[in-house]
DNA sequence: TAGGTTGATAGCAGTCACTGACATCATCGT
DNA sequence: ACGATGATGTCAGTGACTGCTATCAACCTA
């Protein structure tokens, strides 16, 4: 047996969403969730950078897959087809996780400001790496930017649509109807 | 005269622009923001509820602007063509500051990821309230959001091209070119 | 005009997020 | 064996932000 346990990191992500779902995100300080990790507040910020960054350690890698998803989109695709194809693997990943576990999350984003402000940061992020995507593929600007944020924002409400339970279908599908959704409004006026 | 000089909340705003400025966000504590104002730390934190808000004084003014331009849309325009008009009071108030320091304050923010991170805050905010004034109007959901969220996109990337001194027109202008761009993208596909 | 109220500010003590420097010690390669 | 490595602990410090209390000009009221 190793000095220490195992999956410090992913101990410290469990406390996090516990407490905070407990006490609510203010009420909690990351000496508390260090210690219901067995572990030191010290460490917890040698793993995550801020007290908030601990509900958003799987971000970077969605990032590459929605990247990739959207690399890999069929040449002839244009740019919001190619996003598309994005979101769909976005929505698959997503899809992965416990839905239960999903909608805990949400719900402690949902209560505090300055969560909401992170998760919007990760999606800004997101759509930057799009565009850039979306360059390599030869589009230029400003549609790779617009195409970009414009699908965040397609996988934002399709997220808060899916993760509210307002609608029991598969995240794949509720995201389909919401670019179908963006498309009619842009395109129809 | 009164007790105290008129004005702290504007010398507070002055002050910290400046300070932002020359050390940096980081590099500037609340105390020394306010010693520039003349004012004491404890006064900073009544006037503005953090560091970063100082930047944002004209926020929710903004806001009630591109709402009223939303409601005050003709009826039998569209979603987005409603969502038009409120992009163009909004470019109509931006226009009326000094360009240089709209110019400087964009520096600051671009500068810091939790100023990035506030500015997208405040996107989403107008974005709820366009969205519940395409409700007032009879839209749907999701036509109402994606048609707010991609609106406030829009107003972001035409403020960032013209703001960064990439495109000399008014601000006007840029907004209506970014608004054919998103067309063009979400409509053609 | 005296006296009470209000409102913006100062002063002070406290909590907690976050950081830098250094110590510890199992594990691993040589 | 033994030194290097890496994850953790320990400790001291800065600064954002809050709650409470005191001050005092301006204003209101009788």
């Avoid at 930017?145 to 699908?151: I, N, P, V």
Wanted: charged share 25%; with cysteine.
């Amino acid at each position: 047996m190793g000095r220490w346990q195992p999956d410090s990191r992913g101990r410290l992500q469990e406390a996090a969403l516990a407490l905070y779902s407990e006490r609510g995100f203010d009420q909690t300080t990351a000496a508390q969730i260090a210690a219901r990790a067995g572990l030191t507040e010290r460490t917890f910020f040698r793993h995550f950078s801020d007290k908030r960054e601990v509900l958003f350690g799987g971000s970077a890698l969605l990032q590459e897959r929605i990247v990739a998803g959207v690399a890999g989109a069929p040449l002839a695709d244009g740019p919001l087809d190619a996003v598309g194809c994005g979101l769909a693997a976005a929505a698959a990943m997503l899809g992965e996780f416990r839905r239960d576990l999903s909608r805990q999350r949400h719900v402690v984003i949902a209560a505090n400001p300055e969560l909401r402000e992170r998760e919007l940061a990760k999606l800004a992020d997101y759509a930057a790496a799009v565009a850039e995507a979306l360059h390599q593929r030869g589009v230029g600007e400003p549609q790779a930017s617009l195409a970009a944020e414009a699908g965040m924002t397609v996988l934002r409400v399709a997220v808060e649509r899916w993760s509210s339970g307002g609608d029991d279908r598969d995240l794949a599908d509720v995201m389909r109807d919401s670019m179908a959704g963006l498309r009619a409004v842009a395109g129809g006026g």
